[in-house]
């Protein structure tokens, strides 16, 4: 029965490896989107979410009938209770990517607009905050997941930054008011994005070590 255990439990660290990839390239191909005016590829995001969501469900599933079949106890435990978790938070940075597409497909349908620096850098931290919090799912790793909590920071100083920037671009056209707040917007759903990636980090930290971390980052 142990071994079987197991055997689901491999299947499980599989199948949020491959959700992880999908929110990854989902994430990432919105960013490109903006950036390029692409409403194809904006496109293929927005239609390609239904399969991040069927494999969420499926995952879901996969957790709910190991603790029923085999009632796990200490790390796999743990660990199904993490991966349970960890598969919402990427659902939703897979939904946020959609909001950022929708962004990109109202946006190329405007004259074009400078794209603040401030964007491409929130998505440069986010992205590697993803990355970094799926690697330390894998290795089970404190001190990566550690930083990434850490990196929540910078992503919410910059979001902090859009709101008078975007205040200037108002304020010099103010017929653009509109493809302005799509670009608040889009930094809107990168810190959130963030703020997933930092939940997937301390999950982590407690699939470790037992201790739940949320919120003891807060002064």
Same mark, same amino acid.
């Given at each position: 029965?142990?071994?079987?255990?197991?055997?689901?439990?491999?299947?499980?660290?599989?199948?949020?490896?491959?959700?992880?990839t999908?929110?990854?390239?989902?994430?990432?191909?919105? +960013?490109k989107?903006? /950036?390029? *005016?692409?409403?194809?590829?904006? #496109?293929t995001?927005? =239609? @390609?979410?239904s399969?991040?969501d069927?494999?969420e469900?499926e995952?879901?599933?996969?957790?709910?009938?190991?603790?029923?079949?085999?009632?796990?106890?200490?790390?796999?435990l743990?660990?199904?209770?993490?991966?349970?978790?960890?598969n919402?938070?990427?659902?939703?940075?897979?939904?946020?990517?959609?909001?950022?597409?929708?962004?990109?497909?109202?946006?190329?349908?405007?004259?074009?607009?400078? +794209?603040?620096?401030? /964007?491409? *850098?929130?998505?440069?931290?986010? #992205?590697?905050?993803? =990355? @970094?919090?799926l690697?330390?799912?894998?290795?089970?790793?404190?001190?990566?997941?550690?930083?990434?909590c850490?990196?929540?920071?910078e992503?919410?100083?910059?979001?902090?930054?859009?709101?008078?920037?975007?205040?200037s671009m108002?304020?010099?056209?103010?017929?653009?008011?509109?493809?302005?707040?799509?670009?608040?917007?889009?930094?809107?759903?990168?810190?959130r994005?963030?703020d997933?990636?930092?939940?997937?980090?301390?999950?982590?930290e407690?699939?470790?070590?037992?201790?739940i971390?949320?919120?003891?980052?807060?002064?």
């Amino acid at each position: 029965m142990n071994q079987h255990l197991q055997r689901e439990i491999e299947k499980l660290k599989k199948n949020i490896m491959i959700i992880g990839t999908l929110v990854e390239e989902s994430l990432r191909d919105s +960013i490109k989107a903006v /950036i390029e *005016r692409n409403t194809t590829q904006a #496109q293929t995001i927005i =239609k @390609d979410d239904s399969i991040i969501d069927d494999k969420e469900v499926e995952l879901e599933e996969e957790c709910l009938k190991i603790l029923a079949l085999h009632q796990p106890v200490a790390i796999d435990l743990r660990y199904i209770i993490s991966v349970l978790k960890i598969n919402n938070d990427l659902e939703r940075i897979g939904d946020l990517a959609v909001n950022i597409a929708e962004r990109a497909v109202h946006l190329t349908s405007q004259p074009p607009i400078n +794209i603040p620096e401030t /964007i491409p *850098r929130m998505a440069n931290i986010v #992205q590697n905050m993803l =990355k @970094d919090s799926l690697d330390a799912l894998v290795n089970m790793d404190t001190i990566r997941a550690g930083e990434v909590c850490e990196s929540d920071d910078e992503v919410d100083d910059l979001l902090n930054g859009m709101f008078p920037l975007v205040q200037s671009m108002i304020e010099e056209e103010p017929e653009r008011i509109d493809t302005s707040l799509q670009l608040l917007s889009i930094s809107r759903y990168l810190e959130r994005a963030a703020d997933h990636c930092t939940n997937i980090a301390e999950d982590v930290e407690y699939l470790v070590d037992g201790k739940i971390r949320r919120h003891s980052y807060q002064v």
